[in-house]
Every structure is written in structure tokens, then in C-alpha cells.
């Protein structure tokens, strides 16, 4: 559904993005993370035709948004970090102003507002003003507001900032459940790398204009730190691990490495070996206190290649 070949955009001297190829599948949700000024925005304009790249292409569902603008905007939805409603006009009515404006009859937008308006769980606040709706409810409002002419792609782009937690919880699952209930692809920019993660099918780490790796958490993960991508924490009862202990787990296939700390034992492995860790822990005759598998998350794997980028 979009796909980026070499594209690249520069203001003077300075590279916003530098040849950027990236492909997102119809229906996935792919997140695109980075700092402030990483380049994400920018992309983002170019993807819906508001700015033409220097170089490289983009095709959005197969259309050109720098030759066929307008077409491209009948595909996708907008949202960006701060929507603008009409203040005086209620939540219904805005919807059903965005429905006339995409070509809908009367009938059909208020229709599809309505509709809509369950889906984000704005139903009970249809006829209250925009104006008197708090942030959550306006980037809920936001969501309804970009999918009322049927997108085949929305971009969301760092629609979570300024959210409470709960807020946040609640409008991600909406983007899930509207996502593969209308098999709509998602563009999700942020840099909020704990919330993006808990959604997003696959991630870019974006940093200075370019991408330096694409993929899930456990590709990832596995790319960054290869054969010790999983760690398992135990502790055991006495003062110390011991050796015994130590030697056991060393056997179970997949350990690359075992530290023991008094009576804590880190094992890093290629793969979840925590039940293999338990019983040898047990059967070597061991009183297991504890615990606990670790996974690399996306801050482990973020900052890493952000540090990787910095030190280039």
C-alpha cells in the first residue's frame, strides 16, 4: 500500500530524509519511530503529495501523490498531532461537514457519522460541542473524522502526545480493532517507542533522515544481538548460586552465557529457555525463589542504533 524508493528530501544544505525505502503491507500497522527531527514529518508530507521529494519515489495504493495529488488524498486519512474542529459545531455535525466535503449525500454522511461515532465510543457526546471536548475525546473525534470517507491508509502522526495514560490505552485499541476490522493500513509516527510497540505489526527506526533497520521486535532483536537476544534471571535460595547449578544450566542447549551474582543467576540465550532453567535449577537440588525472562524491548533496541547513528 505505500512504498518509498530512494526517496529524499533536502532544504539547503541540510538531508530532512536520505533515500528512504520502505514498503508497508495492506492492512499492517507500521510504526514509524524517532526523535523530534528525524525526518518522520517530512516523510509524511511527501507520502500524501504536499511536498515533492528531491529524489526517489512514492506510490501510495500504486498512485503517484507528486503527479495524481488528489487522488492520493481520496485514499488516505490524516491525522495529525493537533486536529482542528469547528469549536461551535457538535462532534455529529463536524463529521457529517467532513462526510459533504468527500462527496457524501446527506443521508450518507450522518449515516457514517453516527456509525463512526460508536466506534471511537463518542455516541453519548454526538451533540456536544467540539469545543467542550477534552484531548482524548478530540483525537478520538480526529480518528472518526479521517476514516468517514472509507480510506484504504491512515496516518497517524504522534497522534498520543498530551494523552493520560488511560487515554492513550483507549485510543490505541481503537486504531487495532478499526485497523483489522476495516483492513485499513496504518502509518503510526511517534516517539513513543513503549505505546507504538504494544501495536505495531512491524517498526522503522528512523534517526537523521534515514532508516537503519525495519522488521518486529524479535527480528530486531535478533539482528542487534544475535545469539543472546533472551535473558533469563533466576534466584535461588542460600547465600549463592552453586556450581552445580551453574554447570546444569550451561548443558541446556541454546545457552550462550551464564553469570551468577550471590544467589542471582543471569542466563543469556538464544532463545526462551525458561522452563529448561527452572528444572535444571530443581533437579540439580536447588530451592528456586524467582523467575524471570527478560526480552529486549524496542528502548534497548532503539537506543542502540540511535547510538550507533550518532557515532557514525
Not at 498531532?81 to 463536524?94: I, P
Not at 466535503?101 to 453519548?124: D, I, Q, S, T, W
Not at 528512523?206 to 544481538?225: E, K, M, P, Y
Amino acid at each position: 500500500m505505500i512504498e518509498l524508493s530512494g526517496l529524499t528530501k533536502r532544504y539547503g544544505d541540510f538531508t530532512a530524509v536520505d533515500h528512504l525505502d520502505l514498503q508497508v503491507a495492506k492492512g499492517e500497522i507500521f510504526g514509524l519511530l524517532g526523535p523530534n527531527g528525524a525526518g518522520k514529518s517530512t516523510t509524511i508530507l511527501m507520502i500524501l503529495g504536499l511536498t515533492e521529494p528531491d529524489e526517489g519515489s512514492v506510490r501510495v495504493a500504486g498512485i503517484d501523490p507528486v503527479s495524481r495529488p488528489v487522488e492520493v488524498k481520496k485514499k488516505v486519512g490524516y491525522l495529525p498531532e493537533d486536529v482542528g474542529f469547528y469549536e461551535r459545531y457538535s462532534g455529529l455535525e463536524n463529521l457529517v461537514f467532513t462526510g459533504r466535503l468527500n462527496g457524501l449525500p446527506m443521508k450518507e454522511a450522518r449515516r457514517r457519522a453516527e456509525e463512526l461515532l460508536e466506534k471511537v465510543g463518542l455516541a453519548e457526546h454526538a451533540e456536544k460541542k467540539a469545543g467542550l471536548y477534552s484531548r482524548g475525546m478530540r483525537q478520538r473525534l480526529g480518528l472518526a473524522d479521517v476514516l468517514i470517507k472509507h480510506p484504504e491508509v491512515i496516518i497517524l502522526d504522534e497522534p498520543i502526545l498530551g494523552l493520560d495514560p488511560y487515554g492513550v490505552k483507549e485510543f490505541l485499541e481503537t486504531i487495532v480493532r478499526l485497523s483489522r476490522e476495516e483492513g485499513i493500513t496504518v502509518l503510526f509516527s511517534s516517539h513513543h517507542l513503549y505505546q507504538v510497540q504494544q501495536v505495531c505489526d512491524r517498526v522503522g527506526l528512523f534517526v537523521s533522515g534515514r532508516l537503519l533497520a525495519v522488521g518486529d521486535i524479535n527480528t530486531l532483536s535478533q539482528q542487534l544481538f544475535g545469539n543472546d537476544a533472551w535473558a533469563v534471571e533466576a534466584t535461588v535460595a542460600g547465600d549463592r548460586v552453586p556450581e552445580k547449578v551453574v554447570e546444569a544450566v550451561k548443558k541446556i542447549e541454546g545457552v550462550t552465557k551464564v553469570r551468577a551474582d550471590g544467589n542471582r543467576m543471569t542466563v543469556e540465550c538464544s532463545h526462551d529457555i525458561t522452563a529448561g532453567v527452572a528444572k535444571a535449577i530443581i533437579d540439580a537440588g536447588a530451592g528456586l525463589l524467582s523467575l524471570n525472562r527478560k526480552e529486549y524491548g524496542l528502548d534497548d533496541i532503539y537506543y542502540h542504533y540511535f547510538e550507533k547513528a550518532e557515532t557514525a
